[in-house]
């Protein structure tokens, strides 16, 4: 059969857009490789659980402080009023969003993905069926391309897919049963150090009786596994069992073209959209595997292909503005160990902690506190000039 939509990729953006489609009346594949599990912290605000009605049995764990640690060690602990930040297991929460992708409609297909070619004017997907081996074929009037950092889909269809930016994370998922030495398991450490990682930084993220242990960076010849043991360490949790390891990588920018002018648009972490900064994925892959659904349906019912584009362009109108922002911070911040400490510091504000997690809790900038605007703006050009010390409170 010919399919309205074949999507590669079953994380959360393709599983997200699968069902989005079928819900929508779309025959639709979903093809995914199985078995992989991505390293990720986990975290979820609530506007991804109320926007994408997940379960309470997907939350693992209830996060009520997020702990800011900086180069000399400094702490500065944020607490998580009026709510929590939810924390998920991906081995667990991306089958449950592919099952219920199924459960909606979609066909589940096994197998890894080969290359698109074509058959009178439409784009058929070839892959390798997982249980025998052998290439098969979907054709389809539309692919969404759903498969990860360095997608193979993006690199085959779509220009300048080959040239994302991105940093290696790593992570190892332990038990951890309640509290022991630093670590709490309502609370989420998030350690700005350059010896963890010169670049980017480290986490400890509770999931229950488990927790994610982990760093991630751009740079070569910095060891993943060393600074990894050493985050597990400070935290107390170096006698704990380890479950899992895994390794990935994290796109850093959106890019600038989601679709090939044909029939192929992107979605998730093929087409980069993961936050700057925070390297935050699970909300903004599941926001593009929903205007990627809505992008393609358009085009399916005008027959336009222009169509596609909206895909990027609804993104970029609500996301876009905290994306140029959260760039700025890293570029600004993460450059040298005495920018991370007065990023931290200057994280130590009132102003700066309510507004951080309002924005965080709704994803969408603040705009109703101007005065408060005003000051972070000020204390921020302050300590990107050195004219405060970054010991001060």
């Given at each position: 059969?010919?399919?309205?939509v074949v999507?590669?990729?079953g994380g959360?953006?393709g599983?997200?857009?699968?069902?989005?489609?079928?819900?929508?009346?779309?025959?639709?594949a979903?093809?995914?490789?199985?078995?992989?599990?991505?390293?990720?912290?986990?975290?979820?605000p609530?506007r991804?659980?109320?926007?994408?009605?997940?379960?309470?049995?997907?939350?693992?764990?209830?996060?009520s402080?997020?702990r800011?640690?900086?180069?000399?060690?400094?702490k500065?602990d944020?607490?998580?009023?009026?709510?929590?930040?939810?924390?998920v297991?991906?081995?667990?929460?991306?089958e449950f969003l592919?099952?219920?992708?199924?459960?909606?409609?979609?066909e589940?297909?096994?197998?890894?993905?080969?290359?698109?070619?074509?058959?009178?004017?439409?784009?058929?997907?070839?892959y390798?069926?997982?249980?025998?081996?052998?290439e098969?074929?979907?054709?389809?009037?539309?692919?969404?391309g759903?498969?990860?950092?360095?997608s193979d889909?993006?690199?085959?269809?779509?220009?300048?897919?080959?040239?994302?930016?991105?940093?290696?994370a790593?992570?190892?998922?332990?038990?951890?049963?309640?509290?022991?030495?630093?670590y709490?398991p309502?609370?989420?450490?998030?350690?700005?150090?350059?010896?963890?990682?010169?670049?980017?930084?480290?986490?400890?993220?509770p999931?229950?009786?488990?927790?994610?242990?982990?760093?991630?960076?751009?740079?070569d010849?910095?060891?993943?596994?060393?600074?990894?043991?050493?985050l597990?360490?400070?935290?107390?949790l170096?006698?704990?069992?380890t479950?899992?390891?895994?390794g990935?990588?994290?796109?850093?920018?959106?890019?600038?073209?989601?679709?090939?002018?044909?029939?192929?648009?992107?979605?998730?972490?093929?087409?980069?959209?993961?936050?700057?900064s925070?390297?935050?994925?699970?909300f903004?892959?599941?926001?593009g595997?929903?205007?990627?659904?809505?992008?393609?349906?358009?085009?399916?019912?005008?027959g336009?292909?222009?169509?596609?584009?909206?895909?990027r362009?609804?993104?970029?109108?609500?996301?876009?503005?905290?994306?140029?922002?959260?760039?700025a911070?890293?570029?600004?911040?993460y450059r040298?160990?005495?920018?991370?400490?007065?990023f931290?510091?200057?994280?130590?504000?009132?102003?700066?902690?309510?507004?951080?997690?309002?924005?965080?809790?709704?994803?969408?900038?603040?705009?109703?506190r101007?005065?408060?605007?005003?000051?972070?703006?000020?204390?921020?050009?302050?300590?990107l000039?050195g004219?405060?010390?970054?010991?001060?409170t």
């Amino acid at each position: 059969m010919q399919y309205d939509v074949v999507v590669v990729g079953g994380g959360p953006s393709g599983a997200t857009a699968a069902e989005d489609l079928v819900r929508s009346g779309k025959t639709v594949a979903l093809l995914d490789r199985a078995g992989r599990i991505k390293p990720c912290g986990g975290a979820v605000p609530p506007r991804l659980i109320r926007d994408f009605n997940i379960p309470d049995d997907q939350i693992v764990a209830r996060i009520s402080t997020a702990r800011m640690i900086s180069p000399t060690g400094r702490k500065v602990d944020i607490p998580i009023e009026d709510g929590f930040v939810g924390m998920v297991d991906r081995e667990h929460f991306d089958e449950f969003l592919r099952n219920r992708a199924a459960e909606a409609g979609a066909e589940r297909v096994t197998g890894t993905y080969l290359r698109i070619e074509r058959d009178a004017g439409h784009p058929r997907v070839i892959y390798r069926e997982k249980a025998s081996g052998v290439e098969k074929a979907l054709d389809a009037r539309l692919v969404i391309g759903a498969d990860g950092a360095r997608s193979d889909v993006a690199r085959d269809e779509v220009p300048g897919g080959d040239k994302i930016p991105y940093v290696i994370a790593y992570h190892e998922i332990i038990e951890a049963p309640g509290a022991v030495g630093e670590y709490r398991p309502d609370r989420c450490d998030v350690i700005y150090d350059g010896s963890i990682s010169p670049d980017f930084y480290g986490w400890v993220f509770p999931h229950g009786p488990q927790a994610s242990v982990g760093m991630g960076t751009g740079l070569d010849g910095v060891n993943l596994k060393a600074a990894t043991a050493a985050l597990r360490l400070a935290s107390g949790l170096d006698g704990c069992k380890t479950i899992r390891k895994e390794g990935a990588p994290i796109p850093l920018k959106p890019l600038d073209r989601w679709d090939n002018g044909r029939d192929v648009v992107l979605a998730g972490d093929a087409a980069g959209v993961v936050a700057p900064s925070s390297g935050e994925g699970i909300f903004y892959a599941m926001v593009g595997g929903r205007v990627a659904a809505t992008a393609a349906a358009a085009c399916l019912a005008t027959g336009r292909v222009k169509d596609l584009q909206l895909a990027r362009k609804l993104f970029l109108k609500e996301h876009g503005a905290v994306f140029r922002i959260l760039g700025a911070m890293q570029n600004a911040y993460y450059r040298s160990d005495e920018r991370r400490e007065r990023f931290v510091s200057l994280c130590h504000d009132i102003d700066v902690q309510k507004l951080t997690f309002e924005a965080y809790m709704n994803k969408e900038l603040v705009r109703s506190r101007p005065l408060a605007h005003l000051k972070i703006g000020a204390k921020n050009i302050a300590h990107l000039w050195g004219l405060v010390s970054p010991l001060r409170t």
